[in-house]
């Protein structure tokens, strides 16, 4: 095996050269496929993260009138407490909250202008189970105190049902489009077993086993796999390059993760990908011819 | 050690190419298998290297239970067998040197090891010459001589040769034949079936024939046609 690898690994590139438009169309398709696949993978990630920042914050905002002095707020937060859905309940003054949003988006608005604080107090409220956010939210409301009850509860439904149906939709799509380039491969690779029926029989005549005859094929497929998940992961990285500012731009308020660290397993799996997808139709491809 | 004992052949199509047909054959024999063609001369060796299954009986081959083999053994018996085909059966795009060391190839030989062996046989075949040649630029008689090469690069016990001078003129036809009795002489154990009246006649070998599948006659120092012996 060690012996041969150099025989195999030419013998698969002569595979390539010899029918090259259609190594090309294989090419090609599993580069998009693999492309896709990416996305998919690079839409979950994303879709995960937000989920985790928000249900990490199983709280909502109680925001006071502006009227509302700090010891007032103090006083409602004393009426509160006697509520037993909540679980803690703490104090942010308005100062406080404006040194915070104006660290946080320096960079997206212009504060220069603004001097006066247009924050009122807030009140911050945690409760053991989100699923009475809804109902607390109205009984807190009605305090004539209260100007407002901010909560990510219905965000946090609508991004849940979001990722599965990207996770639904998008791995049924991948897989439906890996089961193609599968076939396409060995379709592909097929050809040049056509071409080579001469040799596979001497091969045979000769003593060749049959793991042996197939190993430059499954070269082949692994071949054109590696170089289409180069070539994907090339694409998505320019992509990322030129929409990563407008993508950031327009989820301000979300955390989005296109850093180069989640990156490197996504490259990962779509090498591994696309050199299994390979490798699974140079197999086949040349099975029928065995027997 | 090749014996075939009971071997019947039927093909799908109900044609019947040998009929009980039981034989042994030793080590380093030389024999000729003769007979009309469709007699079955080509089937019997098809069987011996499992290129096609007997409907009956059995072959063994040394250790080999010919028919049993599963197809990830039949590599292992071929590596015993060289064989010689009547069209060459040669890799077109492939230098001579490339097509009998391809042979060494596939069963793992070292790169030093294939060139020191095919040099060897190019110089037993007569034809270091045209190790860059490709199969194309030589004369028919040279394509059956590295066909040979091929087959008996591997050092294989047993030598196969189905109608080798098929597509031969008379005289090169000789050449082969002295070739393949010089491998013969080098302990190789080979069965050539053939038409070549002649040759059959001078070299004085056993031949077995066969007709309609079954053995007609298995003669030591034979001829092609039934020949009484002197008393």
């Not at chain 1, 407002?148 to 609508?158: A, E, I, Q």
């Not at chain 1, 076939?183 to 042996?212: C, W, Y």
């Not at chain 1, 994907?232 to 989005?256: M, N």
């Amino acid at each position: 095996m060690v012996v041969n690898l150099d025989f195999f690994i030419k013998e698969a590139w002569l595979g390539i050269r010899r029918n090259g438009v259609m190594a090309f169309i294989a090419f090609l398709t599993m580069t998009i496929c693999l492309c896709v696949v990416g996305l998919v993978l690079i839409g979950l990630i994303n879709t995960n993260r937000i989920l985790k920042t928000i249900t990490g914050r199983l709280e909502m905002m109680v925001y006071v009138k502006m009227e509302i002095t700090e010891s007032q707020t103090q006083e409602l937060i004393q009426d509160l407490s006697r509520l037993p859905q909540i679980k803690q309940l703490s104090f942010k003054h308005r100062n406080e909250a404006w040194q915070t949003f104006k660290r946080d988006f320096v960079l997206a608005m212009p504060f220069a202008g603004i001097e006066d604080n247009p924050l009122p107090h807030a009140v911050r409220v945690g409760v053991y189970d989100i699923q009475v956010i809804p109902s607390l939210a109205e009984i807190i409301q009605a305090y004539p105190e209260v100007d407002r009850v901010v909560y990510g509860g219905d965000l946090v439904d609508r991004i849940r049902k979001f990722s599965e149906m990207l996770r639904f939709v998008g791995l049924s799509f991948s897989g439906f489009l890996g089961v193609a380039t599968l076939f396409i491969v060995m379709n592909t690779i097929r050809l040049t077993v056509l071409a080579r029926k001469d040799e596979i029989e001497i091969m045979q005549l000769v003593g060749a086993t049959s793991s042996f005859i197939r190993w430059p094929f499954i070269f082949e497929g692994v071949l054109m796999g590696f170089m289409a998940s180069l070539m994907a992961i090339a694409v998505l990285w320019g992509a990322y390059r030129l929409f990563l500012g407008k993508i950031q731009a327009s989820f301000i308020f979300v955390p989005v993760f296109l850093e180069l660290g989640y990156f490197h397993w996504i490259w990962a799996v779509l090498i591994l990908a696309g050199v299994g997808v390979g490798m699974l139709g140079g197999y086949f491809s040349v099975t029928r011819s065995l027997n | 050690m090749i014996r075939l004992q009971h071997v019947t052949k039927i093909f799908p199509n109900g044609v019947k190419a040998l009929d009980d047909v039981t034989l042994q054959i030793d080590e380093q024999e030389f024999v000729f298998v003769v007979g009309s063609s469709g007699a079955g001369k080509s089937t019997l060796l098809k069987l011996l290297y499992r290129a096609d299954q007997a409907t009956g009986g059995e072959v063994h081959i040394h250790r080999f239970n010919v028919g049993k083999l599963n197809s990830g053994q039949i590599p292992y018996l071929r590596r015993n067998i060289g064989i010689v085909f009547q069209d060459y059966k040669l890799l077109p795009r492939r230098t001579v040197y490339e097509n009998i060391a391809f042979a060494l190839r596939v069963v793992g030989s070292p790169r030093h090891f294939i060139r020191r062996r095919v040099t060897q046989v190019l110089e037993l075949v007569n034809l270091v010459s045209k190790a860059k040649h490709l199969p194309a630029e030589l004369s028919g008689g040279e394509q059956q001589r590295i066909c040979i090469a091929r087959a008996i690069v591997n050092n294989p016990p047993i030598l196969l040769a189905d109608e080798p001078t098929g597509n031969l003129d008379p005289e090169t036809s000789w050449e082969i034949f002295q070739l393949l009795h010089k491998i013969n002489q080098r302990r190789t154990t080979v069965i050539v079936a053939t038409h070549h009246k002649e040759v059959v006649d001078e070299f004085r070998k056993r031949v077995v024939a066969l007709e309609s599948g079954k053995v007609v006659r298995d003669q030591q120092l034979g001829a092609y046609h039934y020949v009484q012996l002197p008393k």
